[in-house]
């Protein structure tokens, strides 16, 4: 669970990037990179390939995993 809301703030915060510049690399904080609940999301955001890392813990939306994130219904709190 801590997992899946990892990767869906990951999602919101690299589609912020993408739409302002689709091809910006984000360097993640060294302890997000140290995180083995973030190193795995990441992992598998990739092989779906949502996202592209550039090297470790610089990464970017890929154009699918945007229109992804678009196509995600939105959650309301």
Request: glycine content about 6%; charged content about 25%.
């Amino acid at each position: 669970m801590l997992q899946e809301s990892f990767e869906n703030d990951l999602l919101v915060a690299l589609a912020r990037c993408y739409e302002h510049d689709p091809g910006q690399f984000v360097t993640l904080p060294q302890q997000t990179v140290d995180s083995s609940v973030a190193r795995v999301a990441v992992a598998e955001l990739r092989n779906e390939g949502y996202v592209e890392e550039q090297m470790r813990g610089v990464i970017r939306l890929t154009p699918r995993g945007y229109k992804v994130y678009k196509s995600r219904p939105i959650l309301t709190v």
